[in-house]
């Protein structure tokens, strides 16, 4: 069954904590992106990588961290320094290159209090 | 960043109407895409079109984009409840670093009553 998966769906975490969002594609898909979506809002982009070990930041990327070690995981830190996190993050893969779709996760619904 | 605009914002019509949401964009594009959302889910792409073609149809959707314009249009046709959902479209600006990043509109969200 290939796709993208992201877990936990929803997350809670205190203010001045760090947490991982997991994001796993066995599409075999080359780039990988990290959108935050707010409340009736379109996605943003925070973070994106075309290749394994390298990634640049998008429109948003202050107070996140990520990593791409292997081809198929893309993991996204939400730091203590985001100042507003709490948001729907959705994780997206797609071949690479400008004419192809992007493959949504489900998404992962974080709440800081 | 610049995000596309889309509207309406809301539109609610009956099964079995046509629904039509229009998208505008501020720089040239290599190609835009409508992605559709259902409430608390990914998004799911329907449809790409490139910026050297004015018309593409998919099943009932059927997607126009005007480069003069820079604009684009979502019609879907003879609508089912189950099209209830946000639309967004999203753009590949042509050219510089941009090399496969979508930029997103706001969404337009339809309601089809049964």
């Known amino acids: 069954d290939g796709g993208i998966t992201q877990s936990p769906k929803y997350l809670f975490r205190k203010e001045g904590q760090n947490v991982t969002l997991s994001c796993e594609q066995n599409l075999n898909h080359d780039a990988m992106y990290w959108y935050r979506q707010d409340p009736g809002q379109g996605l943003r982009l925070i973070y994106y990588s075309q290749i394994v070990n390298d990634f640049q930041k998008g429109d948003i990327a202050e107070g996140y961290s990520v990593s791409r070690e292997k081809k198929e995981s893309f993991p996204l830190t939400v730091t203590s320094a985001q100042k507003n996190p709490t948001a729907f993050y959705l994780c997206?893969?797609?071949?690479?290159?400008?004419?192809?779709?992007?493959?949504f996760g489900p998404g992962t619904r974080l709440t800081v209090t | 960043s610049q995000q596309g605009e889309e509207d309406p914002q809301a539109l609610s019509i009956q099964e079995g109407e046509n629904a039509t949401m229009n998208c505008s964009y501020k720089?040239?594009?290599?190609?835009l895409q409508w992605y559709r959302q259902n409430s608390g889910r990914g998004l799911v792409h329907l449809i790409l079109i490139r910026s050297n073609e004015r018309e593409k149809h998919s099943g009932r959707l059927r997607v126009t984009l005007d480069t003069s314009k820079k604009s684009s249009s979502l019609l879907i046709t003879a609508s089912r409840a189950a099209d209830t959902a946000s639309y967004f479209c999203?753009?590949?600006?042509?050219?510089?670093?941009?090399?496969?990043?979508?930029?997103f509109g706001q969404g337009t969200i339809l309601t089809v009553h049964p």
């Open positions: 997206a893969s797609s071949e690479q290159g400008s004419y192809y779709e992007q493959y």
């Open positions: 720089t040239s594009i290599n190609n």
């Open positions: 999203a753009n590949v600006r042509a050219g510089g670093t941009s090399y496969g990043k979508l930029t």
